[in-house]
């Protein structure tokens, strides 16, 4: 069965610092794109980063120079290591399995994990 | 404010056709990228409901299907559930942004 399980979300003050874990289950995480999706409380989605099979990254300008997406691939898990964080970061932080075939897709999601920056 | 612009909300009978447009622009869907479409229950995750266009995954009923012409797309719902209340949103990708993008989000009541 295909899952992924964040982890790792919480209140952290502004300035601060956090690292999100992804576990996934059922795929090879290092043969696949995958994504962070990120949604601020009754917000819209925003697409935050993705790490292509090859090992590329790319990030969206809100989160660009902040956020650092990596995969460990013994581990079978994709992270988001956060930094300089804003109030305008707060969000439930979602990981997915990026599907390509001509554009993107994101197919499945995990449940998510809260992210709250405030003092 | 969204790359993709969708309506807040649509709403319609149960059993009646509802539409949800999608307008984007010449560097994401006018640039001949796919439209993608989620939905979001209340309290849940997103689900993949449309991808390509108008392609279902597995264990999406019939009565969800998605157009594209030109910068816009759309999903129509035909024969409106109250099990279909939830928000829904259109996806693409931006050549300008080099990333994906959302639409807003779109509220479907069941009246």
């Known amino acids: 069965e295909v899952q992924l399980v964040e982890s790792g979300g919480g209140l952290i003050q502004p300035g601060g610092s956090l690292r999100l874990s992804c576990a996934v289950s059922?795929?090879?995480?290092?043969?696949?794109?995958m994504s962070w999706v990120r949604q601020a409380p009754g917000k819209g989605l925003e697409w935050v980063s993705v790490?292509?099979?090859?090992?590329?990254?790319y990030y969206a300008d809100s989160v660009k120079g902040r956020f650092t997406i990596s995969r460990d691939n013994s581990k079978s898990t994709l992270s988001l290591q956060m930094y300089s964080l804003r109030a305008e970061d707060t969000a439930v932080y979602y990981c997915?399995?990026?599907?390509?075939?001509?554009?993107?897709?994101?197919?499945?999601w995990g449940q998510g994990t809260l992210v709250t920056v405030s003092s | 404010q969204s790359v993709l612009t969708q309506p807040p909300s649509v709403s319609g009978a149960p059993g009646q056709r509802v539409t949800i447009s999608c307008t984007g622009s010449?560097?994401?869907?006018?640039?001949?990228?796919?439209v993608h479409w989620y939905q979001q229950l209340p309290g849940t995750a997103p689900k993949l409901l449309i991808y390509?266009?108008?392609n279902r995954p597995s264990g999406v009923p019939d009565r969800f299907s998605g157009s594209k012409s030109g910068t816009s797309a759309s999903l129509a719902i035909t024969g409106l559930q109250a099990e279909d209340e939830a928000d829904y949103y259109c996806?693409?990708?931006?050549?300008?942004?080099?990333?994906?993008?959302f639409g807003g989000g779109t509220k479907v009541t069941a009246l």
């Open positions: 997915a399995r990026v599907r390509v075939g001509g554009t993107w897709w994101f197919d499945p």
């Open positions: 059922g795929f090879i995480v290092s043969s696949n794109y």
């Open positions: 790490i292509f099979s090859g090992g590329s990254t």
């Open positions: 010449s560097s994401n869907i006018g640039a001949g990228h796919d």
């Open positions: 390509g266009i108008n």
């Open positions: 996806q693409s990708y931006d050549n300008s942004l080099s990333g994906a993008v």
